[in-house]
């Protein structure tokens, strides 16, 4: 991907694509797993429920954003958003 069209994708299109793949099923096994309630550690953490190989398979084409994408992912409310700029490195 050339350095112009890293600069075209959006955090908020790649967020959007990323929820698709949520599995709603998912979600209150993922709240419990990562004790998301008072005095869990994931206490304040927000899930969408997307098991990792989905999201790595969601995050495949996106995997050349520019820095500002990065960081706007990376700082995300929703745990599974945070986790996809650091996918590649993996």
């Given amino acids: 991907m050339h350095e112009k069209e890293r600069q075209k994708v959006t955090a908020s299109e790649i967020k959007t694509e ?3 793949a949520a599995e709603a ?3 209150e096994q993922y709240k419990k797993f990562f004790q998301c309630f008072p005095g869990g550690y994931g206490d304040s953490d927000s899930f969408a429920g997307i098991r990792n190989p989905v999201l ?3 995050f495949r084409n996106y995997q ?3 820095l500002d994408t990065f960081f706007e992912l990376f700082t995300d409310p929703i745990h599974e958003i945070r986790l996809c700029p650091c996918l590649p490195w993996n």
């Fill in 56 to 58: 790595r398979s969601a």
């Fill in 18 to 20: 990323v929820l698709k």
């Fill in 25 to 27: 099923d998912k979600l």
């Fill in 64 to 66: 050349h954003i520019s």
